[in-house]
């Protein structure tokens, strides 16, 4: 399974990235869990400690190796650097490594949020297509509110592109922005899950305003998550009801992939 997650800021899409990557590791499966948000915290949701946290370098602000690979150093805009470069070794070199599961940072060139076509951002994008499309591990992207990262060729190979809501009007509108931007792209399917929901009330809320976006299920507000957050734990070792609910979550999209 290759699965994008991405929704406004706090809504939660982090935890979720974070549990599926776990229950998957204990199916035994080796996965891949992509920080592709610029504000990077999947770190300290997967429950790794703040020291180590501090020594993985985002990969786009590795200097010596944009200029390794792309044949330019970072930050040039235009020129002449490579497209295609080689990135199939950098999850072993450069991920870090916590219960079956490999974290890669991916960080965020300076100028990427203009959409420069500048050497790491190139990079970030062909390591992002090498993941989704040519590893055979399950791949678990961390994004940003929008889906910059992916290009066509990258998105229509995932195979479930999660929307993270929240019960309010702005992240409804969120989901639905995403859901032209992914379609756009080639992307199939898109899933919307709810999340902080207090009650059928929520839910029906968030259901009517999706119209024919596909709700997945919901997951409950749930105060052990903030307390996790705090700890700098992973709530999947300590919110067994929300890890439940995102098993249900898991099941539902598998189900409706594999009937596909």
Do not use: W
């Amino acid at each position: 399974m290759k699965i994008a997650i991405t929704g406004k800021g706090g809504v939660g899409k982090t935890t979720l990235s974070s549990v599926l990557s776990h229950l998957y590791a204990a199916e035994g499966k080796r996965v891949i869990a992509v920080d592709a948000d610029p504000d990077a915290n999947l770190a300290s949701a997967l429950g790794v400690s703040r020291k180590d946290a501090e020594t993985i370098r985002p990969i786009a602000e590795i200097g010596e190796l944009v200029e390794e690979r792309m044949g330019t150093k970072p930050g040039t805009m235009g020129g002449v650097f490579k497209l295609n470069p080689k990135v199939d070794d950098l999850p072993e070199e450069l991920g870090f490594r916590l219960d079956g599961i490999t974290l890669m940072i991916m960080g965020k060139s300076k100028a990427a949020s203009s959409g420069c076509y500048c050497p790491e951002n190139v990079l970030l994008r062909r390591l992002l297509r090498h993941l989704v499309v040519e590893r055979d591990e399950v791949v678990i992207v961390d994004m940003e509110a929008g889906i910059e990262h992916l290009t066509r060729g990258t998105a229509d190979s995932v195979d479930a592109f999660i929307v993270v809501v929240e019960p309010g009007q702005r992240s409804i509108q969120t989901a639905g922005v995403v859901r032209d931007m992914a379609k756009g792209l080639g992307v199939k399917k898109v899933y919307v899950v709810a999340n902080k929901v207090r009650g059928k009330a929520d839910i029906e809320f968030v259901r009517k305003g999706l119209g024919e976006m596909d709700l997945a299920g919901a997951i409950s507000f749930n105060n052990d998550v903030m307390e996790a957050d705090i700890a700098g734990a992973s709530p999947y070792g300590r919110c067994p009801k929300t890890v439940d609910e995102i098993r249900n979550i898991k099941a539902v999209i598998e189900q409706s992939f594999n009937a596909e």
